[in-house]
């Protein structure tokens, strides 16, 4: 899911050798003065204020700091030399980035107590006001979202359920299924004792048919009808119209004290979803004919003006007697492989329950 910037803001390290607070981009710790360690974690600021500055929004764009491979002084991206002592950074290692921080914190931060003193004071400050201890202790934890694109939730516990009970009553139909599938035909020996057959012939008449589809997929000679908006697909990139939908933003770690704040977008792009008549041949009555014999015909058409012949469907049963006494059925739709079975002829039968699987002529 592609991601949308939304800016930058300066993140904040606590110093390991007295706790203070420091801002993210600040090289040595403002109480103390010792460095930023080279493993230092940039954490969120109470209060994420979009910088305005271009040029600092320029720096937090620029990537991950490397430190230098010699003495270790840390430099900025896109540095080909170190600013201490000289040496070649082509061998520096560069911060770890892209870890995702939290939810960003654009709204104002409740005031914080100072843990020494008691005295309030506004969570932006990194020392007391009053005592001058660090703050670091009072700044709020939060752990990273899971970004993704605002998108309507539904109710999931009921769905999950039927989704379970569908797919148990699939996998019992499909088991049933199986078992009927592999249960052995048997031999048994039959008599023709009838035979019958039926055919039959649809009835075309041109008519209205209509239709719902997309406006471009719309025949040419159609007539068109009424068309809404509806969602046609979802996209990772902008396009005309199409509606942009994104998650909660939240804030990125950049490796250089910054982090950058930024949405998972989704596009959802809408389209004509129109109503159509066409016309069509289709199928408004049907005549038929049937007999029990060996001589099945087709049933005589009397077509009016506008109408034709449609699909011819034949179908043939042959019904036969065991030597167990039982009754089976084959059924087919070739006329050639019907006339095999004269009445009173007798067969050798492989039959799946009261079917016949196929016949062999004794």
Request: with cysteine.
């Amino acid at each position: 899911m592609p991601q949308k910037t939304l800016g930058y803001v300066q993140l904040e390290w606590t110093c390991p050798s007295c706790g203070s607070r420091n801002p993210g981009p600040q090289k040595a710790c403002t109480n103390c003065g010792a460095p930023q360690p080279q493993d230092v974690e940039f954490e969120q600021a109470a209060e994420e204020t979009l910088i305005a500055d271009q040029a600092q929004a320029a720096r937090a764009a620029a990537g991950p700091d490397i430190h230098c491979p010699y003495c270790g002084t840390r430099n900025p991206a896109g540095a080909q030399r170190c600013k201490q002592c000289g040496g070649d950074l082509v061998g520096g290692q560069a911060r770890a980035s892209g870890q995702v921080l939290g939810a960003h914190r654009s709204g104002p931060a409740q005031p914080v107590a100072c843990p020494a003193c008691g005295a309030s004071n506004p969570a932006t400050v990194f020392n007391c006001g009053q005592c001058g201890a660090s703050l670091a202790e009072t700044r709020p934890s939060q752990p990273a979202p899971q970004p993704s694109a605002a998108a309507p939730q539904g109710k999931k516990p009921l769905l999950i359920g039927c989704g379970i009970v569908l797919v148990l009553a699939i996998c019992a139909f499909l088991g049933l299924a199986a078992l009927g599938a592999f249960t052995p035909a048997k031999d048994v020996a039959g008599r023709v004792r009838s035979v019958a057959w039926t055919r039959t012939i649809a009835i075309e008449q041109l008519a209205d048919a209509r239709y719902d589809g997309w406006r471009d997929e719309v025949p040419s000679g159609a007539r068109l009808g009424s068309c809404s908006k509806k969602l046609h697909h979802t996209q990772d990139s902008p396009a005309p119209g199409a509606e942009e939908v994104c998650g909660t933003p939240y804030t990125v770690d950049q490796g250089s004290g910054y982090g950058k704040v930024v949405q998972d977008c989704e596009y959802r792009v809408y389209e004509d979803w129109c109503n159509y008549t066409v016309r069509e041949w289709r199928a408004f009555d049907e005549v038929k004919a049937t007999g029990a014999n060996l001589n099945p015909e087709w049933p005589s058409v009397r077509l009016s003006t506008g109408q034709r012949e449609g699909e011819r469907e034949e179908d043939y049963q042959v019904v036969f007697l065991g030597n167990d006494d039982k009754q089976y059925t084959y059924q087919t739709n070739n006329a050639a492989d019907f006339a095999r079975f004269v009445v009173g002829s007798n067969w050798e039968l492989k039959v799946k329950g009261s079917s016949v699987v196929s016949a062999q002529k004794q």
